[in-house]
DNA sequence: GTCTCACATTACATCGTTGTAATAGGGAGG
DNA sequence: CCTCCCTATTACAACGATGTAATGTGAGAC
């Protein structure tokens, strides 16, 4: 049996009281029955159950994290930062999948607290503004990414920009037939939506045509759904003279495809990616793609909920996340 | 504020117990009754209070994952899989990384249920035979992977084989000269010392001498790491004819380095990994790995695990995945 | 020696849920 | 019409920790 407060108390000779005081620190405890108590704790190798103390403050000291997919590295190096953060504060993390399903985001999003967890970090991909009500109150809620929602606080990186910029950067060297793959994600993502529009103005900058049949679709953005697309897209179409991947899955993927048709990159197709993992630095060749301090995002995100949680941060707040451009040997001309 | 049993009871006209008695299904309650008490349910958005719960029964429904290192897509991929075991059976996933730091890891083995979770799964490195002592019980703990310990179930591959085979494979069109990269993890891993052992035991079966220059060292299991310490390696020492990689990471942070050297693989050389991770699929050349069942390793565990959690399960139980080796581009002959 | 005052410590109630044991209600059987 | 019994429901206590308010203890001042 697992000893608790009473134990302590009884072996210390002292009152449960006192055995909490001496743990919070914020009555203050003598000296003689300090030591007294913290021998006992150890002792009994007391440890304070979680449980009843979540039930006593209201609060569990977990928060909530969800992704659409865990398996991505993207998904690994986002979740790495935000338990590091978390931890560093006292929370632990507990973890959560959507698989994109706008139900399960909209349930997380608004049961939040049935889940033993005072806050929650959702990467939205398909929530739509209507799934929450306004006027209703929202549990202490983060949401990381592009999606737009004007109720709960949100970190992000600007998209639209991000591609704009990366579509130029791709055709500096005179390249005009630039492709994406990643559109049309089964339902749109805003993600989705604001890459294929920051590509679009992009093109307009430049006074390049639009063309359809360069928008390359892709159902899941993983490496296997998009080597088979593109391999798909190249039986059908001519090769275009760069590849500009909504996210670095994608791109490796593209890249296998491309390597397995004899495609050299990037003298035949220059390749392009979206959130610098860290395998996609280490692509062969390594590639280009837009990165972001994903610790800053941890660290913007757990500061807005522990705000959120604490006290009463009115309105929504939204942090944007600074990125760059890093060309590396995919693109170089 | 959130509402309760007891504003749910008063809304149906009823005692708090028949609206446990609605929610958990044991004891019957009559139809009338039950309809009054879900609708009142409905109608408060009633959301039951985990940590409530959790105190009167003894548990949280939360399982801990504690894994080295999250940031890698083979902790991603496992996390993926128990978090959707987990989720089947009811239970929730609380994660954790441990750094490598033997410290966390017997901190995280010994205080499970402290951190208000009711079992723990672990993926040790260096957890050692010694760390906890026989005789003092454990609170339920599956290790994921190769280290020894006595006391706690256990989920593995067989590493030494798997290694063993694979060493073979890469021999068979007639190569001699193979290395291997990332013996020497700091304080030497289980793994390390079993996929090291089984690369010897080739070797002697093959009747191919040892060569302690063959051995590469790698402080991290990272694509980076990997890179740095397989450029270093080739500076000083000829090129072997087939590198083995003891993850897949590193292989991936080793193509990166030949590549880059213009040494082609695998005519130059063939590269082999372990774990079959998803970019590793996807490789330039795709890469030839030890592959087996993440999902399969995910449903023994929380078989094991929910089989101590839920009564006594007697002594140590090992359950051991399959594995096949996996021939792709990165060591065609 | 008595009275204050400040401070350490304690008793009690409470958080929300659920097992236990007791109660109420209703129908069947005599 | 009364008893008995079975079932649905209820009252109460308990899980473990902690805030509140009350109590106890000592030193210091007169």
């Known amino acids: 049996m697992r000893a608790t407060v009473k134990d302590v108390a009884r072996r210390a000779g002292v009152s449960p009281k006192t055995v909490s005081n001496v743990m919070n620190g914020i009555v203050p405890v003598s000296g003689p029955t300090r030591l007294r108590v913290e021998q006992a704790m150890a002792e009994l190798d007391y440890v304070p159950n979680l449980s009843a103390r979540g039930l006593r403050n209201g609060r569990s000291g977990v928060i909530g994290l969800a992704l659409p997919d865990l398996a991505t590295p993207f998904s690994a190096e986002i979740a790495q930062s935000i338990v590091e953060v978390a931890h560093e504060q006292g929370f632990s993390v507990q973890i959560e999948e959507t698989g994109s399903d706008p139900h399960r985001e909209h349930e997380l999003m608004t049961r939040a607290r049935a889940n033993l967890i005072d806050g929650l970090i959702l990467n939205p991909v398909v929530l739509k503004e209507s799934a929450v009500q306004v006027g209703v109150a929202l549990p202490p809620v983060v949401l990381l990414g592009e999606v737009t929602q004007r109720l709960a606080d949100r970190v992000f990186v600007d998209s639209f920009a991000a591609a704009r910029d990366m579509t130029l950067a791709l055709a500096r060297p005179g390249r005009r037939r630039i492709a994406v793959l990643g559109v049309n994600r089964g339902r749109q993502s805003a993600t989705a939506i604001q890459r294929a529009d920051g590509y679009k103005a992009a093109l307009q ?105 604490s006290d009463r941060a009115h309105g929504q707040r939204l942090v944007e996340i600074e990125y760059t451009i890093v060309e590396r040997d995919s693109s170089r001309a």
């Open 205 to 309: 900058m430049l006074g390049i045509a639009q063309d359809e049949s360069l928008l390359i679709s892709c159902d899941s953005w993983t490496p296997a759904s998009a080597a088979v697309s593109l391999a798909e897209y190249l039986d059908a179409n001519p090769l275009p003279e760069a590849l500009f991947c909504f996210t670095d899955s994608m791109a490796i993927g593209a890249l296998n495809t491309l390597w397995k048709r004899g495609v050299h990159v990037p003298d035949d197709i220059a390749v392009a990616g979206f959130d610098d993992v860290i395998d996609g630095r280490f692509a062969v060749p390594s590639l280009t793609t837009v990165s972001f301090d994903k610790r800053a995002i941890a660290t913007e995100a757990m500061r807005l909920l522990t705000e959120r949680m």
